[in-house]
T-cell receptor, first 114, second 111 residues
Framework: SAVISQKPSRDICQRGTSLTIQCQVD?????MFWYRQQPGQSLTLIAT?????????ESGFVIDKFPISRPNLTFSTLTVSNMSPEDSSIYLC???????????FGPGTRLTVL | RKEVEQDPGPFNVPEGATVAFNCTYS??????FFWYRQDCRKEPKLLMS???SGNEDGRFTAQLNRASQYISLLIRDSKLSDSATYLC????????????FGKGTRLSVIA
């Protein structure tokens, strides 16, 4: 199975600032996904990060707020811009798993916005 | 109607008990179904896939009823280490496409 790391593992930020989260995979993958898990809630897909093209965003999420980079097949970043307390959440990246249609998740980045 | 619905629990059961979780999904065209386990402050991890013919892995049995759009997970002989949140997960399409998650059912196994 792929080994996925995320940086930072947690952060506390002031409102109005931005945070960039990194996701590194130990093997090349065609697709990477970014999810958000707000307190007590389920995982919600933010966007699909495609190498060589713009990310595909889900309804309710826009590029200006959550810009994504995917410079190669093992790395992606998600930026949470102009943060507000409502952005406090766990942000997780995932990649396709070896079993058809499954995904493996990174350890997550726990973000608190004051 | 939410895409994937689960009873949030919590289910508090004694060690050795049998416990069952249910899940319903709204998209009848959904292709693949899974149970993930999420421990506190950890990422979700795949527990097992769910097939129409049923799937058993040790103490865990998962079943799918496509006609009723219903998925179940049965845990026999519960262990303290089974305490976690169990997420019902659906892939609406085939292939490497985004997953749709239920909110999860919290299980606490008590000594």
């Amino acid at each position: 199975s792929a080994v996925i790391s995320q940086k930072p593992s947690r952060d506390i930020c002031q409102r109005g600032t931005s945070l960039t989260i990194q996701c590194q995979v130990d093997s090349q993958v065609t697709m990477m996904f970014w999810y958000r898990q707000q307190p007590g809630q389920s995982l919600t897909l933010i966007a699909t990060a495609n190498q060589g093209s713009e990310a595909t965003y889900e309804s309710g999420f826009v590029i200006d707020k959550f810009p994504i980079s995917r410079p190669n097949l093992t790395f992606s970043t998600l930026t949470v811009s102009n943060m507000s307390p409502e952005d406090s959440s766990i942000y997780l990246c995932s990649v396709p798993g070896p079993i058809t249609d499954t995904q493996y998740f990174g350890p997550g980045t726990r973000l608190t916005v004051l | 109607r939410k895409e994937v619905e689960q009873d949030p629990g919590p289910f508090n059961v004694p060690e050795g008990a049998t416990v069952a979780f249910n899940c319903t999904y709204s998209n009848s065209a959904s292709q693949s179904f899974f149970w993930y386990r999420q421990d506190c402050r950890k990422e979700p991890k795949l527990l097992m896939s769910v097939y129409s013919s049923g799937n058993e892995d040790g103490r865990f049995t998962a079943q799918l009823n496509r006609a009723s759009q219903y998925i179940s997970l049965l845990i026999r002989d519960s262990k303290l280490s089974d305490s976690a949140t169990y997420l019902c997960v659906v892939n609406p399409n085939s292939g490497n496409t985004p997953l749709v998650f239920g909110k999860g059912t919290r299980l606490s196994v008590i000594a």
